[in-house]
T-cell receptor, first 114, second 114 residues
């Protein structure tokens, strides 16, 4: 079965700092990759997704992620964070075959200090 | 506006009692999902349904049951067999079961044991 690892459990940054959140997955076949965000008191929302084409994908609010197949990674980046980016971020994968349901990582809590 | 409605927002269960969490969607989505969210563990899949009158166990189905009698509805019953039911429960849906389809989430139900 596939699994997803997010190694950063809690990240604290100052405003304008750059962000990179790690995501690694274990699955040998073709996967579709997602980043979701959960702002305080709100429901989970899609930040960006990758399923084919350019491995560098751009999402909402200035976020981007790069799929590196050889490293089984899909790291999330943002050049300059804002206080409003404080949230919990989840990486998820959905393989092209077998069970058609997302497997989530354990999440990374990002705290941006003004 | 289309979306997913989960009710109630907060639910309390007595020992030995079954409780049912409601999930309704008006997005005309075929697939629906139930996740459990615990601190530091991300989201874990309980059950999912790809189409009406069909559902599949996820990773932590023991102590839970579901039904899918209507496209719009996917209720989750937490039975007395679930020994640690205190958690945040999230319902989601997607257009179909293509693995590149993003999931849309409800606001969740927080279940606590009295």
């Amino acid at each position: 079965a596939q699994s997803v690892s997010q190694h950063n459990h809690h990240v604290i940054l100052s405003e304008a700092a750059s962000l990179e959140l790690g995501c690694n997955y274990s699955y040998g076949g073709t996967v579709n990759l997602f980043w979701y965000v959960q702002y305080p008191g709100q429901h989970l929302q899609l930040l960006l997704k990758y399923f084919s084409g350019d491995p560098l994908v751009k999402g909402i609010k200035g976020f981007e992620a790069e799929f590196i197949k050889s490293k089984f990674s899909f790291n999330l980046r943002k050049p300059s964070v804002q206080w409003s980016d404080t949230a919990e971020y989840f990486c998820a994968v959905n393989p092209d075959t077998g069970r058609r349901a997302l497997t989530f990582g354990s999440g990374t809590r990002l705290q941006v200090q003004p | 506006d289309g979306g997913i409605t989960q009710s109630p927002k907060y639910l309390f269960r007595k020992e030995g009692q079954n409780v049912t969490l409601s999930c309704e969607q008006n997005l005309n989505h075929d697939a629906m999902y139930w996740y459990r969210q615990d601190p530091g563990q991300g989201l874990r899949l309980i059950y999912y349904s790809q189409i009406v009158n069909d559902f599949q166990k996820g990773d932590i189905a023991e102590g839970y049951s579901v039904s899918r009698e209507k496209k719009e509805s996917f209720p989750l019953t937490v039975t007395s067999a679930q020994k640690n039911p205190t958690a945040f429960y999230l319902c989601a849906s997607s257009k179909d079961t293509d693995s590149n389809q993003p999931q849309h989430f409800g606001d969740g139900t927080r279940l606590s044991i009295l």
